[in-house]
Antibody, heavy 119, light 108 residues
Framework: EVQLVESGGGLVQPGGSLRLSCTAS????????MSWVRQAPGKGLEWVAN????????YYVDSVRGRFTISRDNAKNSLYLQMNSLRAEDTAVYYC????????????WGKGTTVTASS | SYVLTQPPSVSVAPGKTARITCGGN??????VHWYQQKPGQAPVLVIS???DRPSGIPERFSGSTSGNTATLTISRVEAGDEADYYC???????????FGTGTEVTVL
């Protein structure tokens, strides 16, 4: 079964850091772009970042560029999101998604992990 | 940045047709994809590339685009179709995915 499982969410003080992980099963992430998408409480979906198969290209939404870093370890079949200088507005459920690339869509999603930036 | 605008809510009686619009500048020239999200669940793709239905999605779901509007149509609506629906494109100017503002579909 094709599956994505996120982990690493939690409560962190504003200004703090957190590292999210996403482990895939049932397919090899080395063949796919991968994305992170978030959803603040009661709000809509917001794409955060994506990364090419070999890690050579990365794109970020403006609000996280310079604070968040997306990375991958194809040998471990895992995707990561390092989040630094967290703000209250980063509070959201973070989803990992398989990304079919340029002009395309996300066809497999994890269940999400919750990040809360609050004092 | 590119903006996709959806109506906040659509209400429809069972068995009727729901139409959810997604407005964006020259959206007809882009590839539009649609997701369904039920409360507490991850999004699920229901339409890709304007009008393609992924495997397992009922034929009652269809999509179209024209000019500045994309439309997701749900025919013969069922109670199980109650959910939030989002359109999505890739904006080539910013190299960003962009999601629509989302539409809550209520079955009366």
């Amino acid at each position: 079964e094709v599956q994505l499982v996120e982990s690493g969410g939690g409560l962190v003080q504003p200004g703090g850091s957190l590292r999210l992980s996403c482990t895939a099963s049932g397919f090899s992430i080395s063949s796919y772009w991968m994305s992170w998408v978030r959803q603040a409480p009661g709000k809509g979906l917001e794409w955060v970042a994506n990364i090419k198969q070999d890690g050579s290209e990365k794109y970020y939404v403006d609000s996280v560029r310079g604070r968040f870093t997306i990375s991958r370890d194809n040998a471990k079949n895992s995707l990561y999101l390092q989040m630094n200088s967290l703000r209250a507005e980063d509070t959201a459920v973070y989803y990992c998604a398989r990304d079919l690339g340029y002009l395309a869509y996300m066809d497999v999603w994890g269940k999400g992990t919750t990040v809360t930036a609050s004092s | 940045s590119y903006v996709l605008t959806q109506p906040p809510s659509v209400s429809v009686a069972p068995g009727k047709t729901a139409r959810i619009t997604c407005g964006g500048n020259d959206i007809g020239s882009k590839n539009v994809h649609w997701y369904q999200q039920k409360p507490g669940q991850a999004p699920v793709l229901v339409i890709s590339y304007d009008s393609d239905r992924p495997s397992g999605i009922p034929e009652r779901f269809s999509g179209s685009t024209s000019g500045n509007t994309a439309t997701l149509t749900i025919s013969r609506v069922e109670a199980g179709d109650e959910a939030d629906y989002y359109c999505q494109v890739w904006d080539t100017n910013s190299d960003h995915y962009v999601f629509g503002t989302g539409t809550e579909v209520t079955v009366l």
